[in-house]
């Protein structure tokens, strides 16, 4: 699927997007890999996003990752939507098929799942309750990937209960939609507990939550990784609970994305995480 004969374009639409951390990773892979090509980073503004997807192809791109806040716009404008972005809600990845039409899905539950099952090897879904905090899109790409691993009972609570029932009512099974004022006592008995909020992102108050329900050897996982400690995670390691922060769903993501654009389903090293970790 790479062609030695065409130098290979992938980027992320954002807005803003400068801050972004995949052009880094990704032209680590280009370069791991001995590939002439490049993933820029592209500011798009909402008015101009599907003009911009529209010209992936004249362009030459393979496809792109497009992000905040562009994840649910993109399924409106591109030709072919998978199950799996259409059950989450939100499009991550876009690729230009041979045809020149455009096709998404979302690689951010892969991305969540496989960084846990990479960093904490011998994790099980099913291993007891989760709880989940937040009900985004974030928060969807997540229980998706929980509850497709066979987690039998995940506690989702958000600030907004209305939210947190959509996502209840939508995936079914094992979730359980909770009021706001119950997530303190929600980690009683937890295995893990995942915050998938904006709280604790730098310029952001910390998540608003007591861990002296958790139990000592639950994990306790951030899909924020600006920090990468949050104060969340902090007080969790501190008084000895397991950690992971979002950078592993990151760059994990980046995995699926190069198999459907060039054929290839690249590595997350530690020599790439370091490298990226060195920028946070
Ligand atoms: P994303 O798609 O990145 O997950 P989002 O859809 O805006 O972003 O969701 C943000 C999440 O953070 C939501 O669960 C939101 O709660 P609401 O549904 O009540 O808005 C949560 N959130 C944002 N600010 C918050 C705050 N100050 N306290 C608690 N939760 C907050």
Redesign the pocket.
């Known amino acids: 699927m790479t062609h030695p004969d065409r130098f290979l374009l992938a980027g992320v639409m954002g807005w803003p997007v400068m801050h972004s951390r995949s052009p880094m990773f990704h032209n680590y892979w280009f370069k791991q890999h001995g590939l002439a090509g490049t993933y820029v980073p592209l500011a798009i503004p909402p008015e101009r996003l599907a003009g911009a997807l529209r010209g992936l192809h004249p362009l030459g791109f393979s496809g792109c990752n497009v992000t905040?806040p562009h994840?649910q716009e993109t399924m409106k404008i591109i030709d072919h939507v998978d199950d799996l972005a259409r059950a989450i809600g939100?499009v991550s990845c876009v690729t230009v098929r041979a045809d020149g039409s455009l096709s998404g899905t979302n690689n951010d539950c892969y991305g969540f799942i496989q960084s846990v099952k990479a960093e904490h090897p011998g994790w099980r879904a099913d291993a007891g309750p989760i709880v989940v905090i937040?009900?985004?899109?974030?928060?969807r790409a997540v229980c998706y990937g929980l509850a497709r691993e066979g987690a039998k009972e995940i506690r989702l609570v958000?600030?907004?209960l209305r939210?947190a029932q959509e996502v209840a009512h939508a995936f079914g099974g094992p979730i359980q939609a909770l009021p706001?004022e119950t997530r303190h006592d929600a980690l009683d008995g937890a295995a893990m507990v995942v915050n998938?909020?904006?709280?604790g992102m730098v310029g952001?108050?910390p998540?608003?939550i007591s861990l002296d329900r958790l139990p000592k050897n639950a994990l306790a996982a951030d899909i924020v990784y600006i920090p990468l400690e949050t104060p969340f995670l902090a007080a969790a390691r501190k008084r000895g609970n397991r950690t992971m922060n979002g950078l592993g769903m990151l760059l994990n993501q980046g995995r699926p994305a190069w198999k459907a654009w060039f054929g290839i389903e690249p590595e997350v090293t530690p020599e790439l995480r370091a490298m990226v970790e060195r920028t946070i």
Do not use: V
Not at 134 to 139: K, R
Not at 196 to 199: D, F, L, Q, V
């Open positions: 905040i994840k939100a937040g009900a985004g899109g974030g928060s958000n600030r907004t939210r706001w998938t909020t904006s709280m952001q108050p998540l608003d």
